[in-house]
């Protein structure tokens, strides 16, 4: 067969993981085939392998329920769920983005939040703690999909469903003149499972070395190609143009597992590894390359991530024409859990983006053409990571 390109191999892998394999929450059975394509992938480039097990807490809703007025709703339950005893049926108020200016009485209600200005665990949480006895949550600009939310690892105070944006604007409408009520039942169950982090290594002459990270893992229902099959074919790419090179320091291709349950794989790694990664010089983490333009995540939710770096970065990129754009953001990503040990960090994504965590987060929907810019770019900043003359951890 003839040589693919580097935007055919990208398609390719996105169909593939996304929407051949699909939904791949952490720990499943789908997850274990993309670890296995993965592996597979890295080591015909020649790089060593190992797989990394850890323990954590999984969620799987067995059913669920949304009614108003009789009829039922589309919706999803949020990963991490309580159950609810038999069903759960209160008036709806609508919080907005569920900020703490936002919340007042919802003692005895069920709240509505929108996606947004914090994280969703963050809205139920405190809501939970005014009272309110469960949530709904939607992403408002997501029209035709739901959005896969998350509570607070490893079980969310109050139950929780994630509707769609037609659902939600509805419901708030009829809150807003007191007439929304709605009957919440989940079935849900958390269980002792067993993540695999996959790391593989193209071998340099120093002890030093510099990890890229890109999670495999999706949420339920959500095929996850933005989030996170962008990255992780974006990071294979980037392996196969360095793969042959001789380099200084090591690099690390770092795929981890269960991100969406609050950065567990990573969280894991680093806990593990801590004498370690006084040898790592950076982390170079890529979430949701697959749309809008190339941006650096000045801010997460953990705090700042490294100045520096992110300087390193932007410096490359200017030197290959490529305009990098800075915002912040109010999750975090695999990043977080190497800047909190103390590692230089930073985050590449791609912003605007039309779809993450959603249940429309499909393959058609990615810009391969910034993928492959993304790869490109990404290979160039790790070279140049690899040689201490180019870069000293600070």
Not at 81 to 94: E, H, I, M, Q, R
Not at 383 to 392: N, S, T, Y
Request: hydrophobic share 35%.
């Amino acid at each position: 067969m003839a040589q693919l390109s580097s935007l055919d191999r990208l398609r390719d892998d996105a169909l593939y993981l996304s929407n051949v394999i699909g939904p791949r929450p952490a720990a499943s059975k789908a997850d274990e085939r993309a670890l296995r394509l993965y592996k597979d992938r890295f080591e015909s480039l020649g790089l060593e392998c190992r797989v990394e097990e850890f323990a954590f807490t999984g969620f799987e809703a067995e059913d669920w329920r949304l009614t108003a007025e009789g009829s039922e709703l589309p919706s999803l339950p949020c990963v991490a769920s309580p159950s609810t005893k038999g069903s759960l049926t209160a008036p709806v108020v609508d919080i907005g983005y569920g900020t703490d200016e936002e919340i007042g009485d919802v003692k005895g209600k069920i709240v509505l939040a929108r996606i947004g200005k914090n994280h969703e665990s963050f809205k139920a949480e405190k809501a939970a703690e005014k009272g309110a006895l469960g949530m709904l949550v939607f992403a408002e600009e997501e029209k035709w999909g739901i959005y896969t939310g998350r509570l607070r690892y490893p079980v969310g105070s109050i139950p929780a469903l994630c509707v769609s944006s037609t659902t939600g604007l509805r419901l708030s409408k009829a809150a807003l003149h007191g007439e929304a009520k709605v009957s919440i039942k989940i079935n849900a169950k958390v269980r002792d499972t067993t993540g695999k982090n996959l790391l593989a290594q193209i071998k340099g002459r120093s002890s030093e070395y510099a990890v890229m990270t890109a999670h495999r893992d999706s949420r339920p229902l959500s095929p996850g190609a933005n989030d996170n099959v962008s990255s992780g074919a974006t990071m294979m790419e980037i392996a196969r143009s360095l793969a042959d090179k001789k380099l200084d320091r090591t690099l690390v291709f770092f795929s981890t597992d269960a991100e969406e349950y609050g950065l567990r794989g990573s969280l894991y790694h680093v806990d593990a590894h801590r004498d370690e990664l006084t040898r790592c010089v950076a982390n170079v983490n890529l979430d949701s390359v697959g749309q809008g333009t190339v941006h650096l995540v000045d801010k997460d939710r953990a705090g700042p991530l490294s100045p520096a770096l992110n300087g390193f970065v932007t410096k490359v990129a200017r030197g290959m024409g490529i305009r990098v754009k800075s915002r912040s953001w109010q999750n975090g990503s695999d990043c977080d859990s190497f800047m909190t040990a103390g590692v230089p960090a930073c985050w590449i994504r791609g912003w605007p983006t039309t779809s993450f965590n959603s249940t429309m987060d499909t393959f058609d929907k990615l810009d391969y053409k910034l993928m492959a810019k993304m790869a490109r770019l990404g290979a160039r900043v790790m070279e140049g990571l690899a040689d201490p003359r180019k870069w000293k951890r600070t």
